[in-house]
Every structure is written in C-alpha cells, then in structure tokens.
C-alpha cells in the first residue's frame, strides 16, 4: 500500500471533507447564479427564497456526501446502479398507464427523477466494472461498459427526456475516455453515428427533430420553434460588452425571451452584464473542472480516478452544452446551467456531484484499495 | 510521437497510473480550448454583432402606437348637432396573439351570442387587410353587459380585448343621411387613395355627402405614441406622445329645423326639396325622401338589411335631390320667357291665339297643349301665368335651340352646381352638339318644339332648379351653391365660408325680370294661375311656377279620351318652383314629388316654416301688403 502525502483540505478543526478551492469556486458561482436569477425572476423574492434553501439543502447534501469514505461508494454501487435501472423501468410503465412524458416517481411525500440518479449511477457502475477489470480494457470490457451506459441512456430517452440522457451519456461516455479508451473507438462510433444519424433521426421525436433544423435555420421559423434562439442571441448581442445593466434586461423582462430563469439563464448573465458577465461565469465552471481534474488525478484507486474524472466532467460538459445551446451554436436541449438554473433536481444532482468528489479529495487514506 | 501518447493499450510497458494521469491532463486541455471557443463566440455576439442585436432588442420592446385623431363634428347653422362622436365598447382582436383562432371564434360566439356570421365574415376579412400585429375589429356596439361577460372570460381569449372607441353617431337619423352621409370601414380601393401614415388609427372614412366631400377637414392628423410593450403587446408604459389634431368642427348652412319641416312635408311620397338662400348660395334645407338611417352602415351594415335598402321600389339609398334627374317640364317657362325676351323671340306685346294645339309648318303632328281647348289670346305673362305649352312652342321655334341652350346653361341646368356634395349630377340640356354626340343623331326641329316647355331629352335635378329659381331670382345675380358656412379649428380660429358669385347674367333691358317675376306672382295669386293650389293665403308674396313631368307618353288619340292611369309608377311627377318675398326675395325652393300633384303644398309648408321663424314686424309688414 503507496500512501501518497497530499495536501490535505480536511479542516480538523470542523471535521468537515471539504475541498476549500473548489468550495469557494462553487460559492462564488452559485453567488453569481443566485444575483442573475434575481432578476430574471421578475425581481421575486419568493424565487429568490425558494432558490437559497434549496442551495443550502443542496450544501448539506454535500457535506454529508463528502463524509462518506469513497471505497464506501465503491460498495453500494452494483445495488444502486440497479435500483436506479429498476426505478426507470418502473417510470416508464407508470407513463405507459398514463400519458406523455413522465419523468417523476411520486413517493406521495416527495417527487423526483430516477433519472438524476442514473446520473451519478452510471459513472459509478462503469468505473466500478472497469476497476474490476483490467487497464488497458479488452473489448469485451468496454462493450459491456458501454451497454452500461447505454441502457438506461435509450430508458431516459424514451421518456423523453433527451438532455438528461445526453448527460447520462456523457457521464458514461468520460470514464471510459478516462480510463483510456482506444482513439480508434470514439473515430468508430463517430462514424458510426454518423452513418446511423438518418436512422435515429426517425426515432426522434418531432420536437426533437425541429430543434435540429432550427438551429440550422432559426430565421425560418421566427415565431416557432426558431424563437428560443433568436431571442437568446438578442438578449445576448444587445448585451454588449458590460450589458444593460443589473435588472434592466428587457428581454427577459419583457418576456421576449423563453425560459429565462431557467435553461436559458446565461442569456439573461449576457443582456445585463454582457461579455464581461459571460466570461465570469465560462471562467467560474472552467476553473471548477480544472480543480476538478487535480483532485481527480491526485485520487488514490483507479475507482475514485475515473469516477471523479466523469462527474467533473459532466458538470463542465453540461455547463459547455447549455451555454452554446444558448448562443445558438448547439440545439435546443433541456440541459440546465450548473448552480446557475433556477431548479431544485439538477441542483442536488451537481451538489452531489461535488460531494462524492470531495469525499475522493479529502479521503486520502483507502484502506483495501491501491492504484494498480 | 502522436500513436505513442495515444494508443496505450499498444504500449502495455506504460502503466496505468500514466495513462490516468495522461487522460487527466489531456481533459484539462479540452475544457480549457471548449470554454475559449465559448468565449469566441461570446465575443463575436456582443461586439462585432452588437449593433445588430442591440437594434432587434429596441425593435422587440419599442412600437410606435398611431393615435386616432378624434373627427371633427358637423352641426347646422345654428350650432344643432347633425353628427357626433359617441363612445362605445368594441370587441378587438390581435390575431398574432391568438394560437387558435377559428376555436377561439367559436368559443367566444358561445359567450356572446349577439356575435353573429355576419360580424366574424367581415372580421376575417378586414383582418387580411391589417398587420397580425394590429388589432381589427370584431363587434361593435358591445352592451355593458356584454362588456363584463367578456371581462369575466377574457382570461380564456389571449389576443382579445374590449377597447372604448368613439364611433359615429347621426342624431337626425333619416333626416340627414343624403346630405351628411355617412363614415363607413375604409374598403381596399380607398386603402389606396388616402394618405396611409395619417389614417393608420383610422378604420373609418367619409363614404358619401358632407363627410365625404370634407373628408381632409374632418378628419385631422394622427398622434402618435411611442411605447415599451412586453411580448404579449400589452404596453408596459408610454414613452414618449404626440398627440393628435383632432378634425375641424363644420358648421353647415342648412337649418335643422327648416330640413326636419321639409322632410315632414315629404311624407308618404317620394321626392325632394331643395331650399337655398339666393343671397349667397348657400342651401338650408336639402331633403331627399324615402331615405335611410346612416347610423347602420357606421357599424358595417348587415348584408340583409343592406339588400332591403338596395332592392326597395322607393329606392331609399337614391339622393333625389341631386342625383334625380327629370325633366323640368313646365317649371322652365319662366326661364324660357327670359331666353324669348333677350332673343327677340317675344316681346312683351306679342300674343298669339291658342286653339289647343301647335304645328310646325309643313308637318301634320299636332303639338297639343296641356289644356285641350287652348288659353286663347296670350302674352308672354299670360303663358307662364297658366302655363300655355302652345305659347312656349312657338317661342321655342321661333327662338332656335341654341339660343335655348346658351341661356339655359347660364340658368346652370346640364351643368354641376358644384355643391359640396360628391354625388351630384349635372343632368342634360341638350342641343344639336349635345344630340350629335351622345345619341348619334341630328337635331329635329320637332326637338326644339318639346324642350321649349321642358320635356324632351332635357334632365334636371331639383337641386339644379332651386338654383335656377334662385338666379331669377335676384336678376340674374347667382352664387355657387354650399353647404359650409363655417369650420373652427382646434385653436379656436374660425374660417368662414365666402360666398363665390356666378357671372351674372346681364339681359339686354333689365325690365324682363320684372315681366318674369310678376307673371310668377301671378302664378300664385291669380285666379287663373296653376300655382292656386300653394294658395294665396300665404302671410309673404310669393312668385312661383309649377310642373308635370310626364312619366307615361300617352298617344294623341288616348289624350282625348282622358285615360285614367292607374298604375302609381306611370303618373306625372309634380314640380314647383318658387322664390320669396317677390320683391325682395330671400330664399328659393324647388320640390318635386314623384307621382303625385302635391310639389306645391310641401313647397308652402317650407316657405311658411322659414317665414314662421323670421320676427314678427316682417310678417304684419308683409301681411298689409297682400
């Protein structure tokens, strides 16, 4: 057993697992988030409320997460990885017995995704599979990692809720990156995707296909579906290089522009505090990946290596996605800005994120584990 | 270099640690380069497309709203009010904020059942004749009820709204439509004529009369309003405003009371009078009978009550009074006295012998006179005093058409009078060239013969013989007829209408009026004279003339046998003409009644309204001298 002596960011004092950079880069960027979302709510303070509490529950759930040693995570991973399989089949019967969309599961008492789940899940179960395989990764390995991605990736889909399963995706996608997977496998399924395209595009929804020819020509469809786009790019462009001002965004106060406390938030960052407002906030997510990715490579399992690699880099990417959504260089999908969008799932969901990397910062000490 | 660092699993003396580590650092690069592109393309949104977006932001939250310039108001004389504006409650629509809009009609008709087919066809389309973006009409007239069973709903119809609007009102109803007209919806062919930035509020223009004709003064110039509207295009505040210039108040020279009178006399028959001031021109009383309630077609006339107007036998819709041409029959006589006189066809000596009928020489036809067994010997007087058709034949013939013509035009028949009135006619008096030109004929002297007491090719209208009677009137002295007699701007100033004088027409030996004027007077107080039936009880000296404009030829033979028509619409029309006091006339009157004898009993009852008015002194002064 190598004990490598890193810095360590325990605050004996508190006892708390806290990564103090990261920390304050999460504080600044949900400061920030919470200061835009004041005025894109129409200067509410009951969305402003509602927003800090679920921030200071989604902070104790960080905490707590942190507090638990990562070789624990490695152990519950099988059983929640198929618990959460089990919950979206259950969703989808439950949305078959009604109708349209259905992402919830309803406990009566409390409501939520089990799609969120598979968001951490995901990366847990493939990390955990190829730590329990070999590096580099046969390609019966990596068949089977992928289909553990992609299962309940085509369930989460279905519902339809294709933003969530893109980042499920990515989350999956990243460990097997991170574990060294072939250049030759993502050229492949480059291809790959690209010669299916034609045949997945008839399994697209008409919604989902509208976006993709909307961001090709938005102008055609000015007051459709091209709408969410030209109005963003408006409230972004007039924005200028200091914007508008703090609140004084008429887009988004005038209700020009869609979702705007929501997935379409930066927009809002953009018209009042322009290209200044913007680099912030691109700045705040890259510094936190970069953190991220220390921490990550400073991990002491090939475990809690990929693991940590895969949820920063869900956060980025999901940052990255929403962001060029909005500037209209990516479709329309419903991926929210990280610590930014007004919403409690995906907020939990990100905090948990840092909680398990957090704990895989500060738990420096693995008992049964070691880097092979 | 590139396939060591990127294919481990081809180097298997690379460990595991190294290759984690590698991947690492290599995801730092991509985040790094992923957020400069973001910032690239941030940069190129906010400073080399700022303008561009900066503009389309402005254009998306600021719209300039027109403001409707109220339309100036048209009263009488004497300040009566003949049109106004009233507010009332209108049911809009914006449809680019409707999602469905045939659902959302069919809803809305379940709450407000007084929206009829009739409302949503013309809504459609007027709609196709605005921007999605500006709101067109749906139903006018909303009641206050209507107006909170709305209210109460209007949660479930985005895009619909109740605006208050002020609509056009016209208190005489019937009394006035000919002449006042009527505003109506503007319709595709003026879209095109009228002056697009100063009507864009407007939804209404002048269609006929007085509202027509002083459209540009009535009415005014748009205001505008800049305002910051949200994305439903509900406005959020005013920026900045112009307000409007609200149309000139017309006064008009026709006397409410006088036209009510007139109209009253007119019951039962169709016709019209024609009552003008002969000292200036203007006109105080112009009626036309049967007619309509123009406060329908301010609303959008329904299409079955606009067929009933337009298919009736009494034609309503019709302005007699300057549209109605007849001929002026016998009411020409005096005119034609004047013509002779000035011609040197007759003097006031020469008399002829009439045996009932006239002949020209050399033809076997037989011009008969009205009277079967002739007036016997008569002068010039004598023939306008009872009428004498043989008298006038014999002027005519001798006298020649264009002589005929050429005074007649100076008397303004076959021309406008250029009243402030659109729809004017000019009628015809016709003459060889006039024969040539349309009919492709040559002149007759048999021609001469029937337009010598009126019948004929020759068409008034009664308008045109007020105007006639009016010029004789005053010796020849003659003003362009109006109605304006004054408008005000909104600044208080006043510009009073100035009468424009005719060239007069200059007779050789002005003592032919006279001749004329007094056989006129004889026409009323004389025991022999046609005009016994306005009586010569009047409290004022009146000269007049009266007329039967044959509608129904009968043959020479069947004028004999006094064959009775019965069918109404083949019986003589009645004129009269006549101008008051004789010697120092004010007004001139022209009536006609279609089908009927009575042109002269109306005719009294308007002169004696009008004389009813003036004070006291005049009437006891007039009163001795009858």
């Known amino acids: ?372 | 270099m590139n396939k060591k660092l990127f294919a481990p699993q081809k180097k298997p003396q690379r460990s595991i640690q190294e290759v984690l580590t590698f991947r690492a650092v290599f995801l730092q690069v991509v985040f790094f380069i992923l957020a400069l592109l973001l910032c690239v393309r941030l940069f190129f949104l906010t400073c080399f497309q700022y303008n561009h977006f900066a503009t389309l932001s402005l254009k998306n939250q600021m719209k300039i709203l027109p403001v409707t310039p109220p339309r100036g108001i048209i009263l009488d004389r004497n300040g009566v009010i003949l049109a106004e504006n009233r507010p009332v409650y209108v049911l809009e629509v914006i449809p680019e904020h409707v999602k469905k809009l045939e659902e959302s009609l069919a809803n809305i008709q379940k709450i407000l059942p007084s929206l009829t087919a009739d409302d949503i066809q013309r809504f459609q389309k007027e709609r196709k004749q605005h921007r999605r973006d500006t709101p067109s009409v749906l139903k006018m007239h909303l009641s206050l009820e209507e107006v909170a069973i709305f209210a109460s709903h209007q949660y479930k119809f985005p895009g619909f709204h109740i605006s208050a609007k002020l609509m056009r009102h016209y208190p005489f109803k019937k009394k006035m439509a000919h002449i006042i007209g009527y505003v109506g919806r503007i319709n595709e062919h003026e879209l095109k004529t009228i002056d697009n930035l100063n009507y864009q509020g407007t939804n209404f223009i002048g269609k006929q009369g007085i509202e027509k004709y002083y459209e540009d003064i009535l009415h005014g110039t748009v205001g505008y309003e800049q305002v910051e509207t949200n994305v439903n295009g509900k406005i959020i505040r005013v920026l900045s405003k112009q307000p409007p210039v609200s149309g000139r108040k017309i006064y008009l020279t026709i006397d409410a009371r006088l036209q009510k009178i007139a109209y009253k006399a007119l019951k039962g028959v169709e016709g019209s009078v024609a009552l003008i001031d002969v000292k200036n021109g203007g006109v105080l009383a112009l009626v036309s009978r049967p007619s309509f309630n123009p406060n329908l077609f301010t609303t959008g006339i329904s299409s079955k009550d606009y067929k009933e107007l337009l298919n009736s036998k009494e034609r309503p819709l019709f302005h007699r009074a300057v549209r109605g041409l007849y001929p002026p029959a016998s009411t020409v006589k005096p005119f034609m006295a004047i013509a002779g006189l000035e011609g040197g066809a007759v003097n006031e000596k020469f008399g002829i012998r009439d045996p009932g009928w006239f002949m020209l020489p050399g033809v076997s036809h037989r011009y008969r006179d009205w009277k079967r067994t002739g007036h016997g010997t008569v002068n010039v007087s004598r023939a306008v005093m009872v009428s004498c058709d043989i008298f006038f034949y014999t002027l005519g013939h001798k006298l020649g058409i264009n002589s005929i013509a050429s005074m007649m035009s100076k008397f303004g028949f076959g021309e406008l009078t250029g009243i402030d009135i659109p729809e004017e006619l000019p009628g015809i008096m016709p003459s060889p060239i006039w024969k040539k030109a349309k009919k492709h004929q040559s002149w007759y002297p048999g021609d001469t013969i029937i337009t010598s007491i009126g019948q004929g090719f020759w068409l008034a209208s009664p308008l045109q013989l007020a105007q006639a009677a009016a010029i004789l009137s005053q010796k020849g002295v003659g003003y362009k007829l109006h109605m304006l007699n004054k408008m005000i701007d909104e600044n208080d100033n006043q510009i009073i209408y100035s009468p424009i004088a005719k060239s007069p027409i200059e007779l050789s030996d002005p003592h032919y009026w006279q001749i004329v004027h007094d056989a006129m007077h004889a026409v009323i107080t004389n025991n022999e004279g046609t005009g016994y039936r306005f009586g010569r009880d009047a409290f004022y000296p009146v000269a007049g003339k009266t007329g039967t404009a044959q509608v129904f030829a009968l043959s020479q033979n069947d004028h004999n046998k006094k064959t009775i028509i019965t069918n109404k619409y083949l019986k003589d029309h009645s004129w009269f003409i006549a101008f008051a006091p004789v010697e120092s006339p004010e007004v001139a009157i022209a009536v006609m009644v279609e089908h009927e004898m009575t042109a002269s009993q109306v005719a009294r009852q308007v002169l004696d309204a009008y004389f009813q008015g003036r004070n006291n002194e005049f009437i006891k002064e007039n009163i001795s001298a009858h």
Request: proline share 5%; net charge positive.
């Open chain 1, 1 to 372: 057993m190598r004990i490598k002596n890193s810095p360590t960011y325990k605050l004996p004092r508190l006892g708390l697992h806290i990564d103090l950079p990261l920390m304050i880069l999460i504080l600044l960027l949900a400061a920030f988030g919470l200061i835009i979302l004041y005025s894109a709510g129409g200067q509410s303070m009951a969305v402003l409320m509602r927003q800090s509490m679920r921030l200071i529950s989604a902070f104790f759930l960080m905490f707590f997460l942190s507090f638990i040693p990562p070789h624990k995570y490695k152990s519950w991973t099988p059983t929640l990885y198929f618990i959460g399989l089990l919950l979206l089949i259950a969703v989808m019967i439950i949305g078959r017995i009604g109708k349209g969309a259905q992402r919830w599961l309803d406990l009566g008492f409390f409501r939520f995704q089990p799609s969120e789940i598979m968001k951490l899940a995901v990366p847990m179960m493939i990390a955990w599979y190829i730590d329990k395989k070999k590096i580099p990764m046969s390609l019966p390995t990596i068949i089977i990692s992928a289909s553990l991605m992609l299962i309940p990736c085509a369930l989460i889909a279905k519902q339809p809720d294709l933003g969530t399963a893109i980042m499920v995706a990515i989350a999956g996608g990243s460990v097997l990156f991170a574990a060294g997977l072939a250049w030759q496998f993502f050229a492949l399924l480059a291809i790959s995707g690209a010669v299916a395209a034609p045949f997945l595009w008839h399994f697209l929804h008409d919604y989902q296909k509208k976006r993709l020819i909307t961001l090709l020509h938005p102008e055609q469809d000015p007051l459709g579906s091209g709408y969410h786009i030209i109005q963003s790019k408006i409230a972004i462009g007039s924005g200028g290089t200091f914007g508008k001002g703090w609140l004084n965004g008429t887009q988004a106060h005038l209700n020009f522009l869609p979702e705007h406390a929501t997935d379409f938030i930066f927009a809002v960052c953009g018209e009042e505090f322009g290209l200044i407002g913007g680099i912030i906030i691109i700045t705040l997510l890259t510094i936190i990946a970069l953190r991220g990715i220390y921490i990550a490579k400073n991990a002491h399992s090939t475990f809690t290596r990929l693991l940590a690699t895969s949820l920063i880099s869900t956060f980025f990417l999901s940052g990255f996605v929403n962001i060029a959504m909005v500037m209209g260089v990516l479709p329309v999908v419903g991926i929210p800005l990280p610590l930014v969008s007004y919403g409690g799932t995906a907020m939990l969901t990100f905090f948990a994120f840092f909680g398990v990397i957090m704990s895989i910062g500060t738990h420096h000490i693995m008992f049964e584990e070691k880097v092979r």
